[in-house]
């Protein structure tokens, strides 16, 4: 219990100063989109429905339900696409039947977004990884934005 206040409060402190940072004169992000499976972001496992996308500044995404009822905050580097795409779309690693929220692009433009992988997502991989000899890719799903 004390661990995880700790870690709150950490995580707290580091969200404030990302926050309070200046906010770069690079693309915004907003994103709308339909996903049909429950899905991870950071340590949240969020179920399927419509969700927005959007960076609230230029480290952070706030993926959030479209009821409000379900969020999920993550640290994002920023990354350019060879090819601009005409629409958003959003880039979930698959293992089985669990999906993780691996990348976000903003539709019109070659920016993007990466998000780190959780401990979830590299503990699955480093075991699926064991199983199968050192040729263990996640399989992508993409999921067009509207």
């Not at 991870?40 to 959030?64: F, H, K, M, Q």
């Not at 379900?70 to 039947?97: D, I, M, P």
């Not at 977004?113 to 699955?124: C, D, F, G, I």
């Amino acid at each position: 219990m004390k661990k995880q206040v700790l870690s709150i409060i950490a995580l707290s402190g580091l969200l404030f100063t990302l926050m309070t940072g200046t906010v770069s004169a690079t693309s915004t992000i907003r994103l709308r989109a339909n996903i049909p499976f429950e899905f991870s972001v950071g340590d949240r496992t969020l179920p399927a429905g419509r969700y927005t996308v959007e960076r609230i500044n230029p480290y952070v995404l706030l993926i959030r339900s479209q009821d409000c009822h379900q969020s999920a905050l993550s640290l994002a580097n920023g990354v350019q696409a060879r090819v601009t795409s005409e629409t958003g779309k959003l880039v979930f690693h698959r293992y089985g039947s669990r999906y993780f929220l691996s990348q976000v692009w903003s539709g019109g433009t070659s920016d993007g977004y990466e998000l780190p992988r959780s401990r979830a997502e590299q503990e699955l991989r480093k075991s699926q990884k064991h199983l199968a000899g050192n040729t263990l890719k996640p399989e992508t799903t993409t999921i067009q934005a509207e």
